[in-house]
């Protein structure tokens, strides 16, 4: 059951991701949706394909497109107020990494498969979406530029390891690797800190 809302709670702060990026481009509303809809499946889809859990719940479930015709609405309604803020799709990204990446970790846990598969698994679905949203846009990626994004689900993922080692209560577990993924892709923005290449 926590799993569940660790997925739909991440699901709908990466669709309004999608839908403010949409909207900083100009998208009409259509586009907001489909950049909202592909921000929040995107990486539960892959992982579901991955793991043969197929069809993805996307298509036995309405409840993504539920959710992104919400995070379509909920960035046209408060586009002024949204405008605001620097950096407004990378701190809802921030959100959706940390809790993507413990609900993918977990969903590949009760596939059986080994840590470091889990490991990539929950990477793959914190930031695939976010990969589709920005390729859309016409941008890179931020997971292949220099920013500390991936790295932070790494090392979340580890600690979410470490943690469960240590017997904690589930929902300690979960909320203590997330807030750790949040901090970590946080600051990294606040105080503009890059992984040195070469």
Known sequence: MLI????????????????????????????????????GAGGGMIR????????PLF???????ILAMAGAALALVGAKWWAKF??????????????????GIRIAQSHGLPWWSCLALGVISATFGGLLRDVLRNQIPLVLRKEIYATACIIGGLALFGLDRLGLHEGVVLGVTTGIIVSI?????????HQSVG
């Not at 298509?59 to 497109?65: A, E, M, W």
């Open 185 to 193: 892709r946080l600051l990294a923005i606040r105080y503009a800190i």
């Open 48 to 55: 579901s394909v991955l793991i043969g859990d197929v069809p």
């Open 4 to 39: 569940q809302i660790w997925e739909n709670v991440g699901t709908f702060v990466f669709c309004v991701s999608g839908a403010i990026a949409a909207r900083e481009k100009a998208m009409d509303w259509f586009g907001m949706f489909v950049l909202a809809f592909l921000t």
């Open 86 to 103: 620097h950096r407004i799709v990378s701190f809802f990204d921030a959100i959706g990494i940390g809790l993507f990446t413990v609900a």
């Open 59 to 65: 298509l036995k479930d309405p409840l993504t497109f």
